[in-house]
């Protein structure tokens, strides 16, 4: 349960990202009360403490950070990780890290696996392979289909970067203890953490307190949060090492069973190295106590289990033991809606599927654009709502398909694994983690391929003003807005219609509140935003990017031709002409929306994590397009500030 504690600690507090020092003397006399912008920032308050600064918490962070929000990161770590733990970026992943512009350094250093390998030995038979299938086969539609291997670290160093050239930094050695909070729901609440350094206990206020502190998180802990689940009794070693064999697919990803000593999961990674998960045995097949998990234990063990291929280890650069647990914490948030968890902190689950580490990085991406609207009272009370409602079903269904994944692992069954791995394709590469009906999720009244609480699959089209070829789902930076794709086959049919909705749209958008708040906390730059010019998917209001899509040959229409609202946004107009190099050689509009005749206009809503929130079509007509323009409305009106 949340302290009742007041502490009055000395010393000075610093917020990170160039915002002014407030004592922790000074931020435990505030009065607790509500809060709003103005009084947040005249006391400096900050608006976000994340504790944990792994990559749950970093994620959460560098968004919070560039959304403009003013955050602290504490971590009681002295350092960011150097060595091990999760190590697989899957594709959705990637793709978010893309639109982030932050993927460059992890694609030049990491390790791509496009393979996986069976391997299995009977009592009749040795060790031989079974089977060699494609890792992400083309029944799911991806980008990159492939896993890259990446330690933690790596991913850490990416976002940190980005924090630091944004003036933000990790406060270290700090260790989060409790957090106390006054009655009401928009009491702040003033987070107590121990400074490892000095010693001295300290606190700060915030309006929000995000969890990303791992499976034993405190945060959940002092919420009064209990993560309901059972542990396997299978105990399992990992090794990263540089590894020297005549094992034949050491550089693809392989599951190795051995009927006599268990199982291996094999996965090369950066810098020439081999990770080694080994399942661990009594010599009676009996579970191993804890005590007996050494190194050597281990490394033998994976011997053992190659037979007849050898194993020699040149260096060992990180070893750990550990115990599945599949777990999912209650609730992900307090009943005040001032305090969250994510990543770790809220679910667990073995690590053979690299699902841990990218689950709970779209636990933090899911929450820090409705924080950042929360944040600048751009949002309806109910929209932090839609986070526990979407997350936790993500958590469960993970929690669902782990279990029976890790269970085809234990048992060594190689038809079963690679069974249960291919139908389970979709949800393991990030694609297929899917949300339900809500406010933010709107049912389609169409009967497209894509419906609202999906992700948007790849598709290629040319950008209109520089004829650049693009990654359509892609080309619009997360800048913490919504996308408006407006996707017209022929334009020249619709231009009433459109130019209609486009005045409606203008109309009834009210942008005075948006604007004021983003003048008052503003996006943070780096050196990065001159090259991508954030600004330019910005000039409708800082809520909404407009978009155009049409499969209009370029030369039927200039820019000067479309409605001002698509005049104002040039570099979010697009030609629907590379359909030969999509999946299905399908154009855009078939693969988004369906089959449309010229005389058709579609809208699809995206969401600024990237999930279609709403999605509807209408035919040629002025009344149509009056229509059109209220269900958009009605749309963001029901969870915006607008």
Not at 547 to 563: G, V
Request: proline content about 5%; some cysteine; charged content about 25%.
């Amino acid at each position: 349960m949340a302290s009742s504690r007041k502490r009055n600690a000395a010393g000075e507090v610093v917020q990170n990202g160039g915002h002014s020092s407030v004592s922790a003397k000074q931020v435990s006399n505030m009065s607790p009360g509500k809060l709003n912008d103005e009084s947040a920032s005249a006391e400096g308050i900050c608006d976000v403490v994340v504790v944990g600064a792994g990559p749950a918490g970093l994620m959460l962070a560098a968004n919070l950070v560039r959304f403009g929000i003013k955050t602290t990161i504490i971590d009681d770590r002295p350092s960011q990780t150097s060595t091990g733990r999760a190590d697989g970026l899957q594709p959705k992943t990637i793709e978010t890290l893309k639109q982030m512009r932050l993927a460059d350094n992890l694609l030049k250093r990491g390790v791509r696996i496009h393979d996986i390998c069976f391997w299995s030995s009977t009592a009749e038979t040795p060790l031989r392979r079974t089977s060699r299938e494609v890792h992400y086969p083309p029944v799911v539609d991806l980008l990159d289909p492939y896993i890259l291997l990446v330690h933690q670290g790596m991913v850490e160093d990416v976002f940190l970067e980005d924090l630091q050239s944004r003036g933000v930094n990790v406060v270290r050695n700090a260790a989060f203890s409790s957090y106390s909070q006054d009655e009401g729901d928009d009491a702040a609440p003033e987070v107590l953490y121990d400074d490892l350094t000095t010693g001295n206990p300290t606190s700060i206020r915030s309006r929000y307190l995000v969890g990303c502190d791992g499976a034993h998180s405190k945060v959940r802990k002092s919420m009064g949060v209990e993560a309901e689940g059972a542990s396997s009794e299978a105990i399992w070693g990992v090794l990263d090492g540089e590894i020297e064999s005549d094992f034949p697919d050491l550089w693809s990803k392989a599951v190795v069973y051995s009927h006599k000593y268990g199982n291996v999961l094999c996965i090369p990674r950066e810098r020439g190295m081999t990770r080694l998960y080994i399942e661990l045995k009594s010599e009676d097949g009996s579970r191993l106590p804890k005590e007996r998990a050494t190194k050597e234990f281990v490394m033998e063990q994976a011997r053992l289990i190659f037979q007849p291929y050898g194993l020699q280890w040149t260096s060992v650069e990180w070893f750990g033991i550990y115990q599945i647990g599949q777990r999912v914490a209650r609730h992900f948030t307090d009943a005040s809606q001032r305090v969250f968890i994510a990543g770790d902190a809220s679910h667990t689950h073995s690590p053979k599927a690299a699902q841990g580490m990218n689950t709970s990085m779209h636990d933090s991406l899911n929450l820090a654009w409705k924080l950042n609207l929360a944040v600048r009272g751009l949002a309806k009370p109910h929209l932090l709502e839609t986070y526990e409602h979407e997350r936790r079903k993500v958590a469960q269904d993970l929690i669902n398909f782990d279990f029976e994944h890790a269970n085809s692992f234990h048992a060594g069954d190689p038809e079963a694994l690679a069974q249960n791995f291919l139908k389970n394709i979709r949800f393991i590469s990030g694609v297929g983690a899917e949300y339900t009906s809500n406010i933010l999720n709107k049912p389609s009244l169409s009967d497209s391929p894509l419906q609202p609480g999906q992700l948007l699959t790849p598709v290629k089209a040319t950008r209109y003003l520089d004829a650049n070829p693009v990654d359509l789902q892609l080309d619009i930076p997360m800048l913490g807005q919504f996308r408006m794709y407006l996707i017209c086959p022929d334009i020249l049919q619709v231009k009433p219609f459109l130019e209609i909705l486009c005045d409606e749209l203008s109309t009834s958008s009210s942008t005075s509140a948006s604007a004021l708040s983003y003048t008052k906390k503003p996006r943070t730059q780096n050196c990065l935003d001159e090259y991508v010019r954030p600004e330019r998917y910005l000039t409708f209001n800082n809520l909404i990017t407009p978009t155009l899509i049409t499969a209009t040959p370029k030369a039927e229409f200039e820019i000067s031709d479309l409605p001002q609202l698509l005049r104002q946004s040039p570099w979010t107009v697009y030609l629907d002409d590379c359909a030969v190099q999509n999946k299905d050689s399908k154009h855009c509009f078939e693969k988004w929306v369906g089959c449309m005749a010229g005389s058709e206009c579609a809208v699809v809503n995206v969401r600024p994590d990237g999930y279609i929130g709403h999605l509807h079509r209408w035919d040629n007509t002025k009344d149509r397009a009056v229509d059109a323009a209220n269900v958009v409305h009605e749309y963001y009106s029901s969870f915006l500030e607008i």
